[in-house]
């Protein structure tokens, strides 16, 4: 039963199954097309046809009207004269008489005959027995008996009705058909083929943007549960290390944070002052430099908070709202409201991070946002010196620190930070020199969906 479940098995089921179902779409549209695209007996000509040739015969003399109606017969009507005993005067009961209840379609024929008698596809000819070997090789054919202002019958045939249409064009017509219909079948089929490996494609996104811990629902082919499956295992033993990782680094802050006290009051007894304030200084950014490393690996893995739907505009309006309140040189333009899906907070501790860095290096910030169909976009400007264009991107790795930053204090640690944090909501974030000067932060964001 495996090999009833793998990828190749599964392909051929549903390449076949769009086959046949093309096939027979195709001849239920062709029907369908056909009964609306084909004109009434009338609109064909063939009752016309029919009128013409009835004077004709009416007109001849017996023994030649046999001869003349074969001779009027055509590829698509075939044509017989009948002496009236051979029609046994066919009742009501044994077929429709449409002239009746139809008469505009019988309206040329009507005018040169005494009845007419019509046999619709598959109308039973039981009582008349002349007609039933026809009825037998022809089932869907037409069956026109028209009598004669003598008493004799002209006996029509038509095989099929004509469409409204030459041959080219119904060539045409039905090639569109077949086409329409393998297009609509096979877009049916490629979206069940592809199902699978996109519910993982999706969940793999999730995982990376979210770093969610629930394993993926394992669907699809073999081959694709054995992926899932793998996958699973590689994230559960990621979870675990990221885990074992943080709770040693805890540990070792633990342990590093008494000795660091022990210092710290053994200092107070110096007798040097500046010695003092040197040594108050180192044990400072050691404690700092402790703190933002734990700090980061905690955003690569913090879970508790929840993601939620919010407006970036206000978020980031708040934050500049309180560096403006402390006399921070930064300036906010909005350009509209922006809906994300975050978490408030870790992205909050983000964009303070990236502000702060441009009053720390560069003298003031320039915030804007913006957002397009698809995403939201953060940018974040100053008026330093920039960086020298080959550690552009090296100032997202962690304790990289510019020479230019002047002795500025910091671990070099806060776009690390804001950058693990923005890849976890799915975002990107890149840096370039402004050319007038300065460093450029652009975030984007994807704008929260709709939901219905």
Same mark, same amino acid.
């Given at each position: ?18 086959? %046949? ?7 239920? %549209? ?112 037409? &069956?026109? &008996?028209?009598? @004669? ?26 090639? @569109? ?78 342990? &590093? ?31 700092? @430099? ?87 976009? &953060? ?59 300065? @460093? ?13």
């Amino acid at each position: 039963m495996r090999a009833l479940d793998t990828l190749t098995a599964r392909l051929f089921a549903v390449t076949t199954t769009a086959v %046949l179902a093309a096939a027979v779409l195709y001849c239920g %549209l062709s029907k369908i097309a056909g009964a609306w695209a084909q004109p009434s007996l009338d609109q064909s000509g063939l009752m016309a046809t029919a009128a013409a040739v009835a004077r004709i015969i009416e007109a001849s003399p017996a023994p030649l009207r046999a001869q003349l109606a074969g001779a009027a017969s055509t590829p698509q009507i075939r044509i017989a004269w009948l002496p009236s005993v051979a029609v046994a005067a066919p009742g009501r009961s044994a077929a429709r008489d449409r002239a009746e209840r139809h008469p505009d379609e019988f309206s040329d024929l009507a005018a040169a005959t005494r009845r007419i008698v019509c046999f619709g596809p598959r109308e039973s000819v039981a009582r008349i027995p002349s007609l039933q070997g026809d009825r037998r090789r022809a089932p869907d054919a037409y &069956l026109v &008996l028209a009598q @004669l202002p003598d008493g004799s019958w002209l006996y029509f045939l038509v095989h099929h009705r004509m469409w409204g249409v030459g041959s080219a064009w119904m060539t045409l017509l039905q090639m @569109l058909l077949l086409g329409l219909s393998a297009i609509v079948v096979a877009a049916i089929a490629a979206r069940q083929l592809s199902r699978p490996a996109k519910a993982l494609a999706d969940e793999l996104k999730s995982y990376g943007a979210h770093a969610g811990s629930r394993p993926i629902p394992q669907r699809g082919p073999a081959e694709l549960r054995e992926i899932i499956a793998e996958f699973n295992s590689m994230k559960a033993r990621i979870h675990g290390f990221i885990v074992q990782r943080t709770l040693m680094l805890a540990s070792i802050s633990h342990d &590093l944070r008494t000795p660091l006290t022990r210092l710290r009051l053994r200092s107070e007894i110096l007798p040097d002052p500046s010695i003092r304030e040197r040594f108050r200084a180192d044990i400072q950014e050691m404690a700092q @430099l402790i703190d933002a490393t734990l700090t980061l690996f905690q955003d690569e893995h913090v879970e508790d908070e929840p993601f939620t739907t919010l407006d970036l505009c206000a978020l980031v309006g708040v934050i500049v709202d309180d560096h403006a309140d402390r006399g921070d040189p930064v300036t906010f333009a909005p350009s509209g409201s922006a809906t994300c899906r975050g978490k408030p907070v870790a992205l909050k501790r983000a964009i303070t991070n990236l502000i702060q860095n441009a009053l720390k290096y560069g003298g003031g910030a320039e915030v804007r946002v913006s957002h397009n169909g698809a995403c939201a976009t &953060l940018e974040v400007q100053d008026h330093g010196p920039g960086v020298p264009d080959h550690m552009v991107e090296d100032i997202f790795l962690p304790f990289t620190r510019v020479q230019a930053s002047g002795g500025a204090p910091g671990t070099g640690l806060g776009l690390t930070s804001a950058r693990t944090i923005i890849h976890s909501h799915g975002g990107t974030i890149r840096a370039r020199n402004r050319p007038s000067g300065g @460093l450029s932060l652009v975030v984007n964001l994807p704008l929260a969906r709709e939901r219905v």
